[in-house]
T-cell receptor
Framework: DTEVTQTPKHLVMGMTNKKSLKCEQH?????MYWYKQKAKKPPELMFV???????INESVPSRFSPECPNSSLLNLHLHALQPEDSALYLC????????????FGQGTRLTVV | KNEVEQSPQNLTAQEGEFITINCSYS?????LHWLQQHPGGGIVSLFM???GKKKHGRLIATINIQEKHSSLHITASHPRDSAVYIC??????????FGTGTRLQVFP
């Protein structure tokens, strides 16, 4: 199994809603990542978890709250988002941080209305 | 200025043509990745390189560490190769820095 599975694939939410994005991998990877990608732009790193601990937060607003409940699962909790937060949210994992190959999920396309 | 520069930004080709996409970076890296992103978003990892050359099917990736440059070649291109190709570098930390991507369209 070399898949990173993201759910849901699409999400529309209001600015007052609370929702969560989920990412799962069963490759035994110990590094997991959240990226945000706007149209026709490269992905931008948001968070990195290494061995279930948050190791990088790229100055992401607190309305985005990551959680890594175990080594296979990574969540991104969303609350009080703005329309400009609409984007493709990509999850990735790698065996460890540093030089290992990264595997990406299909992404969640988020629209904030 | 992006730390990872790709060229060209857009590329069109006829089926069967040999394609080259280039990537340059500014400082020493621990690894360079070539990724493919299809419309709809999912990213597929094609290669991870730290030196030399790798080949997988019709795809070849090379890296010159001294010149801080990498190329992705596609031989006998096919319309299904149409996608955005992204170069990403790792500077020995947790971060993967992405280039701006090359949008490739291959016409039959």
């Amino acid at each position: 199994d070399t898949e990173v599975t993201q759910t849901p694939k699409h999400l529309v939410m209001g600015m007052t809603n609370k929702k969560s994005l989920k990412c799962e991998q069963h490759m035994g990877h110990r590094a997991m990542y959240w990226y945000k990608q706007k149209a026709k732009k490269p992905p931008e790193l948001m968070f990195v978890y290494s061995y279930e601990k948050l190791s990088i937060n790229e100055s992401v607003p607190s309305r985005f709250s990551p959680e890594c409940p175990n080594s296979s699962l990574l969540n991104l909790h969303l609350h009080a988002l703005q329309p400009e937060d609409s984007a493709l949210y990509l999850c990735a994992s790698s065996q460890w941080t540093g030089s290992s190959e990264a595997f990406f999920g299909q992404g969640t396309r988020l629209t904030v209305v | 200025k992006n730390e990872v520069e790709q060229s060209p930004q857009n590329l069109t080709a006829q089926e069967g043509e040999f394609i080259t996409i280039n990537c340059s970076y500014s400082v020493g890296i621990s690894a360079l990745h070539w990724l493919q992103q299809h419309p709809g978003g999912g990213i597929v990892s094609l290669f991870m390189l730290s030196s030399g050359k790798k080949k997988h099917g019709r795809l070849i990736a090379t890296i010159n560490i001294q010149e801080k440059h990498s190329s992705l070649h596609i031989t006998a291109s096919h319309p299904r190769d149409s996608a955005v190709y992204i170069c990403a570098v790792r500077y020995g930390t947790d971060k993967l820095i992405f280039g701006t991507g090359t949008r490739l369209q291959v016409f039959p």
